[in-house]
């Protein structure tokens, strides 16, 4: 088995956050997904003994949806300029988030806007599937993100930036679709262009958010609704980001 994915759990103890146990998600050579938890410390979970791990076998109808017909299926092979995002399994057994649905979300407003390019929008090459099921989205690579080259200080035309954030996100709202998690590292860059990515709290314009929307200090606290207001906040926080010295 190899180790996909790896997060450190904590839990309240006196008004302080205590190490419980780290969650590992594992894949065996049949694809088939488990998960187990140990003791360790995340720095160290390289050196874990999987084969002495006590695993859970994750049912394949509790975390990839039925592929419907009508949604796009992704070349194959994947050219070598795509990306191929899978959900994150890590979060799998969480009372609130249903993984199923989660990528359905995605895949729902990627085949609206593979229908409705943009420059500013991510291309949506299609779903991946196997054995009937949404196995992963594959979208146009890119290489950085804006927060990285915020973070290392690379020079770029800001001003361009922002005005190609703007008018993405002014087309999803043409099509009456609200993104809710605009931030830094949800925009990559192509050259000067940015090009606004992931879409798994995408909604309608109206519906209920549920439990995966925005990011802490980028988006509207206690929004319930996908509104355009959640992504404007977004927009000025990223434009002040942008603008500063």
């Not at 990839?64 to 795509?82: E, H, Q």
């Not at 915020?150 to 709202?173: N, Q, S, Y």
């Not at 958010?209 to 906040?233: F, H, I, P, V």
Request: charged content about 30%.
């Amino acid at each position: 088995m190899e180790i996909c994915e790896h997060g450190e759990i904590f839990v309240e103890k006196d008004d302080d956050l205590i190490f419980d146990h780290t969650k590992i998600i594992l894949r065996d050579a049949d694809d088939e997904y488990f998960y187990a938890k140990t003791n360790q410390r995340m720095t160290r979970v390289s050196i874990v003994d999987v084969n002495g791990l006590d695993t859970t076998r994750i049912p394949a109808d509790q975390i990839w949806p039925l592929a419907n017909p009508k949604f796009t299926r992704a070349p194959d092979p994947l050219p070598p300029t795509s990306y191929l995002k899978r959900p994150r399994l890590l979060y799998y057994g969480l009372d609130d988030l249903d993984c199923g649905n989660q990528i359905l979300t995605e895949v729902e407003a990627c085949e609206v806007l593979k229908r409705y390019p943009h420059p500013n929008i991510a291309p949506y090459l299609g779903c991946i599937v196997k054995e009937g099921r949404i196995r992963g989205l594959a979208f146009a690579r890119y290489s950085v993100t804006l927060s990285q080259i915020l973070k290392d200080g690379t020079p770029f035309d800001r001003g361009h930036c922002l005005c190609g954030i703007e008018a993405g996100v002014r087309h999803m709202h043409k099509l009456g679709l609200v993104h809710n998690d605009l931030n830094p590292s949800n925009i990559m860059m192509d050259g000067d262009n940015p090009v606004i990515i992931d879409f798994d709290s995408c909604k309608r314009e109206g519906d209920e958010l549920g439990s995966k929307a925005g990011t802490d200090g980028w988006t509207l606290d206690g929004q319930d609704q996908a509104l355009r207001e959640n992504d404007l906040y977004s927009l000025s926080k990223i434009r002040a980001a942008l603008m500063k010295a």
